[in-house]
């Protein structure tokens, strides 16, 4: 069932930091299995993320495998340590149409 991930990012995580790790990632060129969509924005003075998932599963995956690994490589490339967890919600969705 697809999922609608939700996250605020800790205080001081940019977007040019997101911006940063997406490219890292080589999103653009390859997409991760499960993807449907992907947006950041600042608002309120924070980072935030909202996704749609084919599932919990495919996010996982991806956030294993690719963007934690990313997450890291910036963050070292950058000398900082991130300021805590992401404020994260998953949920389940009945229905996803693409227009």
Same mark, same amino acid.
């Given at each position: 069932?697809?999922?609608?991930?939700?996250?605020?990012?800790?205080?001081?995580?940019?977007?040019?930091?997101?911006?940063?790790?997406?490219?890292?990632?080589?999103?653009?060129?390859?997409?991760?299995? *499960?993807?449907?969509?992907?947006?950041?924005?600042?608002? *309120?003075?924070?980072?935030?993320?909202?996704?749609?998932?084919?599932?919990?599963?495919?996010?996982?995956?991806?956030?294993?495998?690719?963007?934690?690994?990313?997450?890291?490589?910036?963050?070292?490339?950058?000398?900082?340590?991130?300021?805590?967890?992401?404020?994260?919600?998953?949920?389940?969705?009945?229905?996803?149409?693409? *227009?």
């Amino acid at each position: 069932m697809a999922v609608l991930l939700q996250q605020v990012l800790p205080e001081g995580v940019t977007i040019d930091m997101l911006d940063e790790v997406t490219t890292e990632m080589g999103i653009q060129s390859d997409p991760p299995a *499960g993807l449907v969509v992907h947006v950041h924005y600042l608002e *309120g003075g924070r980072s935030h993320v909202v996704d749609v998932w084919e599932s919990r599963q495919a996010y996982e995956t991806f956030e294993e495998n690719r963007l934690r690994p990313a997450i890291q490589k910036v963050m070292e490339r950058r000398g900082v340590t991130m300021g805590g967890q992401p404020e994260t919600s998953m949920t389940e969705v009945a229905s996803v149409m693409k *227009g």
